[in-house]
């Protein structure tokens, strides 16, 4: 699998953004991807970054709509697989959405953000309900691929759940901001996910300056041995380029000997969970 990862700026004007992205979707392509993928609201401004005011389903937008219509239409057209991250308006509800575009320009469907934040810069819960489509697997043209959003990422019986679903790469589109955790636990975290579960993680992170947040950019891909095997620069629009071998999902520790070795019959009586 020929994987991009595209970290950008957003700046104020969203269509400007969306003609940034498609356009490097094209670039990509031709450079040889099969599969690209974007950041958290790659297309428009960190507005969560304020506390909410007024109808903020006013900003968000149906899937399908304008934005999933114009990525499937150039999808199709390059025969790529397209993992997005917008703001998804269902009726008077909101959530972090990623919907997963197959290599042929069809919606395979929509990974919502379940887990959901609140903290100073990240008010994520005056804009999102949590998501209610639980951990779904895409099985696409050039490969079986999960989603974790951003926080989802934190909560490792999330990114197990993708696991048993079959996932052979996790994309996680984030936006994560320079200085908010410890130097090297955010990759860390992401390459014992990939060791633990026997899948790579692929960390699909923002990048640029805007008011109250510097986004940190330095996306980056894990290999199913926690191996980290690609990774962008710091503070710079970059597509992150790179082959993964899927045949090192079924040789990995985790498919060899974790997951066969489970007793989840057990962990229901300790945690509460299957």
């Known amino acids: ?33 099969e599969i690209v993928c974007f950041a958290e609201l790659a297309f428009e401004r960190f507005y969560p970054q304020y506390r909410a005011e007024g109808a903020v389903v006013d900003r968000a937008e149906t899937i399908p709509g304008p934005m999933t219509d114009a990525f499937s239409d150039l999808a199709r057209e390059l025969g790529v697989v397209v993992v997005l991250n917008l703001f998804e308006r269902d009726g008077d509800r909101c959530f972090d959405s990623s919907p997963v575009i197959d290599a042929d320009g069809s919606l395979l469907g929509v990974t919502r953000m379940i887990h ?49 679903g079959g996932a052979e790469v996790v994309v996680v589109p984030q936006a994560g901001a320079a200085g ?23 960390l699909c992170n923002r990048v640029g300056i805007e008011d109250n947040l510097e986004f940190a950019g330095e996306s980056f891909i894990c290999a199913p041995d926690g191996v980290v095997v690609a990774r962008s620069p710091a503070g710079e629009d970059h597509v992150l380029h790179a082959e993964l071998d899927l045949k090192a999902v079924e040789s990995s520790h985790a498919h060899r000997l974790f997951l066969p070795d489970r007793r989840p019959e057990l962990y229901s009586g300790w945690l509460g969970i299957d």
Do not use: S
């Not at 699998?1 to 004007?13: E, P, R, S, T």
């Not at 992401?190 to 060791?195: G, L, R, S, T």
């Open 180 to 202: 908010e955790w410890p130097e090297g636990l955010y990759e860390a975290e992401m390459q014992v996910a990939a060791f633990q579960n026997g899948f790579f993680t692929a």
């Open 116 to 164: 959901i934040t609140q903290y100073e810069h990240f008010y994520e819960q005056d804009y999102y309900t949590p998501g209610d489509t639980e951990a779904p697997v895409y099985n696409t043209r050039v490969g079986t691929i999960g989603v974790a959003i951003c926080y989802d990422r934190h909560f490792p019986e999330y990114l197990r759940a993708l696991a048993l």
């Open 1 to 33: 699998m020929k994987i991009a990862l595209v970290q950008q700026y957003a700046g104020h004007d969203r269509m400007e953004n969306m003609d940034r992205g498609l356009l490097t979707l094209r670039k990509a392509a031709e450079a040889g991807a």
